[in-house]
C-alpha cells in the first residue's frame, strides 16, 4: 500500500513536472518566509526569559498627574530602592543602574567600553552566566569589576582575567571580580562591564543628592516567592508620598510592571498601559507570516483542483474497482504532505542562504539550531501543517467526484460565477495589493518626517564627549581647531543635539498662570551655540561669554517656550530654574531635539552656570572647504596631542539624526520585502493557472483563429477573467489598507496625509503585474499555428 502510494506520487511528479515545480517552488518560498518572520517573532517573545527569576522581578515606573493627565516614565529617584528593602517586607533586593562609558586600561591597552554602575544585588536578581567569579559576591567591594567574555579577551587576551587589575579612567584601580558569559542579544540589557554603585555614588554622588525630586535612575525590584502582587503594589503606589511632600501633593505614584512585558509593551497613555510598543509589530508580522504561507497554499490548492480534469478519471476509475472517498483522501493529502516535504528541504536552503543579510536588516542574531530536538520537532509539524493546510481541499474536492459523471465527462462545471478558484485567486491578490499599499505609505511617511524642517545646520557638525584630559584643555583644543581653519566654530553642551537628557516642570517666571504645569526640556550650552549648530534667531542673540559676562546665567528659549511664558517681549525677562535666576538673552525657531514624527516642546538653553546640568559634550562645526576625510584627520590630531590617553571617538550629527528614521525605514523595508514575496508567490501560481489554462483552451484558440480572430483579441480573451479578479482584489483591499493605515498613522502627530493616487498606483500596479504574468502564456497559446493544434481532431 505504502509503496503503491509512493509509486503513484512519484509518477505524478514525473508526468507533471512544471506544475510540481511551481507548486514546490511557491510552497518552498512561501515556507522560507514564515520561518524567517517566526524566527523573529520568536526572539522578540523570549526577551529576558533566560532569567530564573523572571516571574518576581519588574520595574519601578513613575506615573505622575500633570495638566489633566497622566505622565509615565521608567526612571525614579536614586532613594527609591533603599526605601522599598527597608519599607516594604514582600521585596526581597532593589537594584538601581547607572549606564557609563569609561576607558579600560590593562598595560598599554586602551579601549573606551560601556557599562553599567549597579547595586551589589544586580547578579543574584539577573541571571547572567558567570563563566568565573562568585555572582553572590562579585560586586561587594567598591573596587572591584566584572566583564564580558569579549572584553576580558581584548584586555588579557587569553590569560585568565580574574584577579587581574584593570585601570578605569587612568585613575582608579580595580579587581576583575567575575567573567559574565557574553550577553545574549535577546535582552534589554547591554553592557561590556559591571560596577559596584559605590563607585559611582563617590565619583558622581549619583541622585541622592538630589533626593526626591530626581527621576534619572532605572530601578528594579525582586519580590519574595508566593508574594501577593497586588498587596505590594498597593503599598508601592504611595511609597514615594510617604517620603516627600510635593510628591503627596501631585499624587506621584509608583508601580511595579513586571519582566514579561518589558519587552513587547512598555508603553503607557493617561497613566495606562495601551496597545504600543512592539507587541503592535509583533501580532502584525504574525499575520503576515500566516498570510504568506496562506498564499502559497492556495497556489498548491488552485493548482491540484486546475488540473482536475486530468485526475478526475483517476478518481472514477479508482471508485469504480472498490476505492473508499477516505482512501482517496488519505493519498491526495500524502502526496501534498510529501510535496510540502521536498518545499520544507529547499524552504530550509533558503533560510539559511538569506539569514545573514536578514540578520543585517533587523539587527538580530538569529540562527536556527539543529541540534535541539524541539527544531526538528517543529519543522516535522511546520511541514505536516503546511501540507495537511494546501492538501485538504484538494483531498475533498477531487475525492468527491462521481464515477458515472467523470466517466462520461459532465462532471465539470465551467461557467460559475463564483467558483473556490476564484475565491482564492481574490484572496492572494487581496493581500499582495494591501502590502503594496501599506509599503507606499509607509515610505510616504518616512520621508515626510525626513524633509521637515530641522531647525539647526547639520552638515558638517560633529560632536566628541568629554573625555580623559578633553575639559583641562578645551580651551587650547578650541583655539587649535579654530587658528588652524579645520572648525569654523566650537562649543560646550551638556548633550547631542539630538538627544534629550533633561527635562522638568516647576519654573517660574513674570505672569505665569499658577495651574501652569509645562514640562521644559533643559539645554546647557557655552557660548557660539548659535553659530556652531546654525540655529535661527528670531529675537536677540547667541552667548557671548567675552562680550556679556553675565551670559553665564542668559537663557536662549524657543518658539513654543516663549508661546507657554507669553512675553511680548522677552528680551531680558526673567525664569527661574533649579535655583537660577536666569535671563533671556535670545528667542530661536524651534527646533527637533528628538523625534522628527512628534511636535517639538518647549527648551530651555542654559549658560555656563547651570548647578544641575554640567558639560559633557564637544560640539565642532567643521569647515566644509577643507573635505571631511582632511578635516577628521587633523581634528583627530589635535585631539591626540591633548587627550593622548584616549581614543578619538567623534560622531557625526547628521549619522545621528539618519538613526532616528532607522525603526520605520526597518518596518518599511520588510513590508516591502514581505510585498514583493507574497507578490511574487501570487504570481507564480497565476502563472500556472493560465498555463494549464491555455493547455485546456487550445483547440478552441485554434478553431477562433482559423475563423479570424487576431492575436490581441485571443490574449485579451484569455487574460481578461484574471484582470477581473484582480481588480476585484483590488476594491476588497483598499478600504482594509486605507483602515490599517490610518491607525498607523495615529501614533504619529506630523504625519502624512492618505492621498487617492496611492489607491490608483497601487491598483495600475496591480493589474499590470497580473498582466504580464498571465499574457505570457496567453501570447504564446495566440501565436501557435491552429494547423498544428486542430491535427488530432
Known amino acids: 500500500m505504502i509503496r503503491n502510494f509512493f509509486k503513484v506520487t512519484y509518477r505524478n511528479l514525473l508526468r507533471n513536472k512544471g506544475f510540481s515545480a511551481i507548486n514546490i517552488t511557491g510552497l518552498a518560498i512561501g515556507m522560507a518566509a514564515a520561518i524567517l518572520i517566526l524566527l523573529w517573532i520568536q526572539d522578540e517573545l523570549s526577551y529576558d526569559e533566560f532569567h530564573e527569576n523572571k516571574d518576581r522581578i519588574y520595574e519601578v515606573w513613575n506615573h505622575v498627574p500633570f495638566e489633566g493627565k497622566v505622565s509615565s516614565w521608567n526612571s525614579v529617584s536614586a532613594l527609591t530602592a533603599h526605601?522599598?528593602?527597608?519599607?516594604?517586607?514582600e521585596v526581597e533586593r532593589a537594584v538601581r543602574l547607572k549606564s557609563t562609558d569609561f576607558l579600560l586600561s590593562v598595560g598599554d591597552k586602551k579601549i573606551m567600553k560601556t557599562g553599567n554602575a549597579v547595586d551589589t544585588g544586580f547578579l543574584q536578581m539577573f541571571s547572567f552566566p558567570m563563566r568565573r567569579g562568585n555572582a553572590a559576591t562579585a560586586l561587594n567591594e567598591m573596587y572591584s569589576i566584572v566583564l564580558t567574555e569579549k572584553t576580558a579577551k581584548i584586555l588579557f587576551g587569553n590569560e585568565d582575567a580574574l584577579g587581574k587589575i584593570v585601570k578605569i579612567e587612568n585613575k582608579d584601580n580595580f579587581t576583575v571580580t567575575g567573567i559574565l558569559k557574553d550577553l545574549p542579544g535577546n535582552s534589554r540589557f547591554n553592557f561590556d562591564y559591571l560596577l559596584p554603585w559605590s563607585y559611582s555614588y563617590l565619583r558622581y554622588r549619583e541622585g541622592e543628592d538630589l533626593g526626591w525630586h530626581d527621576n534619572s535612575t532605572p530601578t528594579y525590584v525582586m519580590l519574595k516567592p508566593h508574594t501577593n502582587y497586588a498587596a505590594v503594589a498597593a503599598k508601592v503606589r504611595i511609597i514615594k508620598q510617604q517620603y516627600d511632600e510635593e510628591s503627596k501633593k501631585m499624587k506621584w505614584e509608583l508601580t511595579l510592571y513586571p519582566l514579561s512585558r518589558w519587552r513587547l509593551y512598555s508603553s503607557?497613555?493617561?497613566?495606562?498601559?495601551?496597545?504600543?510598543?512592539?507587541?503592535t509589530f509583533v501580532k502584525l508580522f504574525g499575520i503576515i507570516a500566516g498570510f504568506i504561507l496562506l498564499i502559497a497554499c492556495i497556489n498548491f490548492m488552485n493548482l491540484s483542483t486546475a488540473r482536475s480534469e486530468k485526475r478526475a478519471k483517476e478518481v472514477g476509475i479508482r471508485k469504480v474497482v472498490g476505492a473508499q472517498k477516505s482512501s482517496l483522501i488519505s493519498q491526495f493529502i500524502g502526496e501534498s504532505v510529501f510535496l510540502a516535504l521536498l518545499a520544507g528541504i529547499v524552504a530550509i536552503v533558503i533560510v539559511m542562504v538569506s539569514l545573514p543579510g536578514y540578520n543585517q536588516l533587523t539587527e538580530k542574531k538569529l540562527f536556527i539550531d539543529f541540534s535541539n530536538i524541539y527544531t526538528w520537532i517543529t519543522f516535522i509539524g511546520f511541514i505536516l501543517f503546511t501540507g495537511l493546510l494546501a492538501g485538504s481541499y484538494p483531498a475533498f474536492f477531487l475525492s468527491s467526484?462521481?464515477?458515472?459523471?467523470?466517466?462520461?465527462?459532465?462532471?465539470?462545471?465551467?461557467?460559475?460565477?463564483?467558483?473556490?478558484?476564484?475565491a482564492l485567486v481574490v484572496l492572494q491578490f487581496t493581500f499582495a495589493t494591501i502590502l503594496i499599499i501599506c509599503t507606499i505609505i509607509v515610505k510616504q511617511q518616512i520621508d515626510y518626517a525626513r524633509e521637515r524642517a530641522i531647525g539647526y545646520n547639520k552638515d558638517n557638525l560633529i560632536y566628541h564627549f568629554l573625555t580623559g584630559d578633553i575639559p583641562k584643555n578645551y580651551a587650547l583644543i578650541k583655539n587649535e581647531l579654530l587658528s588652524s581653519g579645520i572648525a569654523k566654530s566650537v562649543t560646550r553642551t551638556n548633550s547631542p543635539l539630538t538627544e534629550r537628557w533633561s527635562d522638568g516642570w516647576g519654573q517660574n517666571w513674570e505672569g505665569k498662570d499658577l495651574n501652569d504645569k509645562t514640562t521644559f526640556d533643559r539645554y546647557l550650552a557655552d557660548?557660539?551655540?548659535?553659530?556652531?549648530?546654525?540655529l535661527q534667531f528670531i529675537q536677540g542673540r547667541d552667548f557671548d561669554l567675552k562680550q556679556f559676562p553675565s551670559d553665564s546665567t542668559g537663557l536662549i528659549i524657543n518658539e513654543s517656550s516663549l508661546k507657554v511664558m507669553k512675553f511680548k517681549d522677552p528680551i531680558g525677562k526673567k525664569v527661574s530654574d533649579l535655583g537660577v535666576d536666569w535671563h533671556i538673552v535670545g528667542v530661536i525657531k524651534d527646533f527637533i531635539f528628538t523625534s522628527p514624527y512628534e511636535p517639538t516642546r518647549p527648551i530651555l538653553i542654559c549658560g555656563a552656570k547651570s548647578s544641575f546640568l554640567s558639560f559633557n559634550i564637544m560640539q565642532i562645526k567643521l569647515n566644509g572647504g577643507n573635505g571631511t576625510t582632511k578635516n577628521m584627520e587633523q581634528t583627530a590630531a589635535i585631539f591626540k596631542k591633548y587627550n593622548p590617553d584616549y581614543p578619538f571617538d567623534a560622531k557625526f550629527v547628521d549619522e545621528d539624526y539618519a538613526r532616528k528614521f532607522e525603526g520605520e525605514k526597518q518596518q518599511g523595508t520588510l513590508a516591502g520585502l514581505f510585498a514583493s514575496l507574497t507578490i511574487f508567490i501570487s504570481c507564480l501560481g497565476l502563472f500556472g493557472l493560465a498555463t494549464y489554462m491555455a493547455e485546456n483552451r487550445i483547440k478552441e484558440i485554434g478553431i477562433r483563429k482559423i475563423l479570424g480572430a487576431s492575436v490581441a483579441g485571443i490574449t485579451t480573451l484569455l487574460s481578461k477573467d484574471f484582470v477581473k479578479l484582480v481588480i476585484i482584489s483590488f476594491l476588497i483591499a483598499a478600504p482594509l489598507a486605507w483602515w490599517a493605515m490610518y491607525k498607523w498613522l495615529q501614533n504619529y502627530t506630523y504625519r502624512v496625509s492618505i492621498e487617492w493616487w496611492v489607491f490608483v498606483v497601487a491598483g495600475f500596479l496591480s493589474v499590470v503585474i497580473a498582466l504580464l504574468t498571465v499574457s505570457y502564456?496567453?501570447?504564446?497559446?495566440a501565436i501557435t499555428n491552429p494547423v498544428k493544434n486542430l491535427r488530432a481532431e
Not at 83 to 89: M, V
Not at 777 to 781: G, N, T, W
Open 83 to 89: 526605601a522599598l528593602e527597608k519599607d516594604l517586607p
Open 268 to 279: 503607557f497613555t493617561n497613566g495606562a498601559e495601551d496597545n504600543g510598543g512592539r507587541s
Open 401 to 422: 467526484f462521481q464515477p458515472v459523471k467523470v466517466l462520461k465527462g459532465t462532471f465539470k462545471k465551467t461557467n460559475a460565477l463564483i467558483t473556490p478558484r476564484k
Open 527 to 534: 557660548e557660539g551655540l548659535g553659530a556652531t549648530a546654525g
Open 777 to 781: 502564456q496567453s501570447i504564446k497559446a
